[in-house]
């Protein structure tokens, strides 16, 4: 057997790979934009040359995120939004127009997600998942659509999925529900919309490190290293920049004839088993809940 150190691979490209006029010109907004995978696609962006509206719930860190990207030489700016709320869309929709005259795409990638087994899940839990990432997803998406619709321009959303979203995974059943939902609006607008040349595409990444999203979803160390190991057959993590890279491709003219269609990117890993975390179910039940439970915000 190959092991992960022996094991031959291509190193992934850190530095940018389009033409910095690529995205010239477009304005495009990014749910959850201010940190992890959300502003890891902000940048590429950027340096493609697109006008970014990064949203999320945290002025600072949003505010720190903008930073970073313009020190990069990018064009950023930031509003403050939480995508549960329709009128906050509409109102984040309404500024960026005021502030850029359009917006030509649409990056939902703010999320939310924690694991439970579903024995223990609270009604409150799974609503709380549900509305980030199916409800912002829907809110968003169909406010930039109606703005797109009114001014006859073609356009592009991408979500932002998990392969999980067709096979299901244990413990994280708020989630899986959610990503479902929203690959269904997907290819449902796609084929609604095509006809306004507004493009519907959905990415879904693998294991990708955020320490957001990690935290809440690795609860051990050693966990992750042995499932990396067993189920991805290229043996390792993604760079932040792959997924990047192929975020601003399916956003661009680069590829406009793609819709309606959801691009895996996860090593080949939900080919070697489905269900991201379903592996977890191997492990000592109770063990787990009291890993899951320490892994809890404390309030």
Not at 232 to 250: D, K, Q, T, W
Request: net charge positive; charged share 20%.
């Amino acid at each position: 057997m190959t092991t992960q150190a022996s094991r031959p691979s291509r190193t992934p490209r850190s530095t940018p790979v389009f033409s910095k006029d690529l995205l010239d010109g477009q304005v495009v907004i990014v749910t959850g934009g201010g940190s992890g995978l959300g502003l890891s696609m902000s940048q590429g962006l950027c340096q493609a040359g697109a006008q970014v509206v990064i949203c999320g719930r945290n002025p600072d860190r949003l505010g720190q995120a903008v930073e970073k990207l313009r020190s990069l030489g990018g064009k950023a700016a930031a509003i403050p939004c939480d995508v549960r709320d329709p009128a906050e869309i509409d109102k984040l929709v309404a500024k960026t127009v005021e502030g850029y005259g359009k917006i030509d795409g649409l990056i939902n990638n703010a999320a939310g997600n924690f694991l439970c087994a579903a024995e223990d899940l609270s009604a409150g839990g799974f609503d709380a998942v549900v509305k980030i990432v199916l409800y912002g997803s829907v809110n968003a998406t169909l406010a930039v659509g109606r703005h797109l619709i009114a001014r006859g321009a073609p356009g592009s959303v991408l979500s932002i999925l998990t392969p999980y979203a067709w096979t299901g995974s244990a413990f994280v059943l708020p989630s899986a529900c959610a990503k479902a939902g929203v690959l269904a609006m997907t290819r449902s607008l796609a084929v609604e919309w095509g006809i306004y040349g507004i493009r519907c595409n959905a990415i879904a990444p693998g294991p990708f490190p955020t320490e957001g999203a990690w935290s809440r979803l690795v609860p051990e160390a050693s966990m992750i290293e042995g499932l990396v190991e067993q189920r991805v057959p290229m043996g390792r993590v993604g760079e932040h920049s792959e997924l990047a890279n192929l975020a601003v491709f399916l956003m661009s003219d680069a590829s406009p004839y793609q819709n309606g269609d959801c691009l895996t990117i996860d090593g080949g890993s939900w080919l070697s088993g489905a269900g991201e975390f379903s592996e977890y179910a191997r492990y000592d039940r109770q063990r787990l809940k009291t890993l899951f439970q320490a892994m809890r915000p404390k309030k």
